[in-house]
Structures are given as C-alpha cells and as structure tokens.
C-alpha cells in the first residue's frame, strides 16, 4: 500500500522551507525560550502564526520538553477554512515538512474514529497551519514520536474532553492545544484583553471565547478535562506580534500554558 503523505502547506510562509535555515531559526528561539522547567508538562497551549511573530512565544513552551519522556503527542487546533462538524482526523498516514516526516498515530486514531463527533476529512488538514506550524518544533525538540492531529470545528467542549479522555495516554504522550488570542486590536487594549483571558486559562475557568482565542473550542475541552482532573495550570509566556514583528495598531495576542496532573511541580 502506498504511503499517504500530508506535504507541508506553509512551509516558505509562516516558517523556512529549507531545513538548515528552518533549523537554526528554531535553534535560536530555544535557546532565547529559557532553560527547561524541572517538570515536563502533560498538555501545553501553543500559538500558531508566522514564526516571525509568535515563534519565540511557542519557542518558551517547547523548550520545556523532555525528549526522553515524549513519544506520542496529540495536536489538536482550530480549522480557518473549511467547515468541520466535530472534529477530524487526516486521510494520511505521515505529515512531512522540511525537516523530514512524522509517522501518524495509528492505532490512536483508529481507537476515536467511532466516536460520532469525530470524522475524517483530508481537506480541512491540506492547507491548515494551525497545526503545521508546530511540527518543526516537535521534530526539533523530540526524537522517536507518533502524531495524532485533529483540527476542530464545530464541536462542544464535552465532545472535545471525551476526546481526549480517549488519547490521555501516560507520561509519554503530550496534549497540544494550538490557539492565538485576541486578534486586532491596539496594543494596550490587546494586553488587557489577554490578560484577562489568561487568568481565566490559568484558573482553568471556561468557556473562552472565539473572540479570546481562536483555538477556543479544543481549548475549552482541555479546561473542562483539566478542571475534573484538578490539574495546574502555569502561565509560560504571554506577548504580542506588536512585541515581536508587527506594529502596534493591530496585533495578534499569543501565550503559551503548561499543565501538570495532580501531584506534579509547577
């Protein structure tokens, strides 16, 4: 049977197309995102636009990772252009980019396809970046791993959390939330606005709204999970593309959140 690959569809937009620029860029993000924190987190929510504006704010998460530990990660993020009841999985067997290919998570995906509000659909996954953007960093701070990707649509928060009650997996798989935050709006409103949302994050308080983050719905799945399991929540990083590579007209808010199961450091 013939390999399906899901190529990269941003690759020379939101981040380099060749490998060596690609990695010395997201080297040098790392080593600006700080030394590793003492405990590697379950679940991480990540930013998803050009590496040029959220990079370094994606760059303060994933420089916590631990290699050793991480084999398996579950990336869910929201879909931009095409409409999804639910959430789904690819058509694929690999997602490639630069800096190589990623093996899919097979029996992961096959253990949630029948679930009602889960489909597959490799249309909503051939040209969304939410989460194509985090796979160079995966493949740049991981070694030997499987991906699990669903983009999300239309889907409640319980449809999500049931998700990933059925992925949670153990201290080898990472959860992955890829969502920005508030969108254009003048700097000091932007601050004020993602302030506000990432206390609510930190306090696993939800629902967040579209209007807070764009990658609220699986974002509000992993609150309503992490509240059940009275999970910690602890603020990594919080800017803005204003902060980064844009002006401060209208920016885009970006954060990153770890979470930690009951009973691990924060």
């Known amino acids: 049977m013939q390999l399906r690959i899901r190529p990269p569809a941003v690759a020379g937009m939101f981040y380099p197309a060749g490998a060596s620029e690609l990695s010395g860029m997201l080297d040098d993000m790392l080593a600006a995102g700080g030394e590793p924190h003492a405990e590697c987190p379950k679940a991480l929510v990540v930013p998803h636009a ?16 631990d290699k050793q530990r991480i084999h398996r990660v579950v990336l869910l993020g929201p879909v931009h252009r095409v409409p999804v009841r639910g959430l789904a999985l690819p ?9 190589g290919s990623i093996p899919l998570d097979a029996a992961g995906m096959q253990a949630i396809a029948q679930l009602p509000q889960v489909s ?56 992955l939330i890829s969502s920005d935050m508030s969108h254009y709006h003048a700097y000091s409103e932007a601050q004020h606005i993602d302030a506000a949302t990432a206390e609510s994050i930190c306090h696993l308080r939800q629902p967040i709204h579209h209007e807070q983050a764009c990658g609220a719905t699986p974002l509000n799945g992993l609150l ?43």
């Open 120 to 175: 597959r659909n490799a249309l909503a996954h051939q040209t969304e970046h939410s989460l194509e953007v985090q796979l160079p960093f995966l493949q740049h701070c991981l070694d030997d791993f499987t991906l699990l990707p669903l983009v999300v649509g239309d889907a409640s928060a319980d449809e999500v959390a049931e998700v990933l009650v059925a992925l949670w997996g153990g201290d080898e798989t990472l959860i």
């Open 91 to 99: 058509e694929a067997d690999t997602f490639s980019t630069p800096l």
């Open 224 to 266: 309503r999970l992490a509240a059940q399991k009275s999970m910690r929540c602890r603020q990594i990083d919080l800017r803005n593309s204003g902060d980064t590579a844009g002006d401060r007209n209208r920016v885009v808010g970006y954060g990153t959140f770890a979470f930690y199961e009951a009973g691990h450091e924060t």
């Open 50 to 65: 050009g590496y040029i504006y959220s990079g370094p704010t994606a760059a303060a998460a994933y420089a916590m990772l």
